[in-house]
């Protein structure tokens, strides 16, 4: 047995920062090795390759809780969990909020992870979304950090 979650948000990390098109409209054209642009849990205060502070917009994924508890056969063996993770795409701005960059980027997150279904570790998993949101944060300074959120239940059986 091992914690499905932790293979889960390696292959995530893996699907989003390898795909060419979706770092393209992170990052635009910039430098290679400019900034990994998607993040698990936070976003740093650095960027871990560029040593930057990471540019808008960028990803940022967590681990939000779990759709059941795990499931048990009669031995006593868990066979399945369906843990949740919260993808938001980040983006900032001082004057009005437009969504159509990020939903761009939104609509590329989702043709990589929706419906997939693979098998990491001994592990097979079976994506798919099934809620979305729209969050915010004002920061002191009166600078807005706006986003787009996908939420996605990952259906592992072990």
Not at 19 to 45: F, H
Not at 75 to 103: A, D, F, M
């Amino acid at each position: 047995m091992s914690f499905e979650p932790l293979e889960i948000q390696k292959w995530i990390f893996d699907t989003l920062v390898n795909d060419v098109t979706l770092q393209t409209l992170l990052a635009g054209v910039k430098a290679p090795n400019y900034q990994t642009g998607v993040y698990s849990e936070i976003a740093p205060e650095k960027d871990p390759v560029s040593g930057y502070i990471p540019q808008y917009p960028y990803v940022v994924f967590s681990r939000n809780g779990s759709d059941i508890t795990d499931e048990f056969v009669m031995c006593g063996s868990r066979y399945q969990t369906i843990p949740i993770y919260r993808i938001t795409v980040w983006e900032n701005n001082n004057g009005s909020i437009s969504y159509q960059r990020l939903k761009t980027i939104t609509d590329r997150i989702d043709q990589l992870l929706q419906g997939q279904q693979t098998t990491e570790s001994g592990i097979t998993f079976f994506s798919q979304r099934y809620d979305t949101d729209q969050p915010f944060e004002i920061s002191n300074d009166g600078r807005v950090d706006y986003g787009l959120s996908l939420l996605y239940k990952f259906n592992t059986v072990i």
